[in-house]
């Protein structure tokens, strides 16, 4: 079955055997805030960045949106990019630094005691 996230170091997708045009592909990196207050940065070739860019246009549209296909990083693992539209408000959806902060409230908070994470 061919993986068509992830190349292996031959230049091959997994389970494929032929060898990929590199050039064609999305190449790119999306880089968190190291901490708070410094910049977060988003590095790749025209392909990724314009994939990125459709994917943030159809979020403000629709709301959420992924890139329609894997962006690759130079270790060859691919990923999707997902892009969320939040309220102009931001009480009604507060930001948090942790994105899995977001899913706390939907897990048993037991598991998390008093300090809820």
Known sequence: MLDTSHINPDGKFVGGAEKVDLASLPWGHVYGQPCEHFHAQIAGNKKALQLIADTILRAIVVGEATTTESIFATDGEGYEVLVKMLPDNPKKHPM??????????????????????
């Open 96 to 117: 948090v630094y942790n994105v899995w902060d977001e899913y706390k409230p939907h897990y048993d908070q037991s598991l998390f005691g008093d300090k809820g994470g």
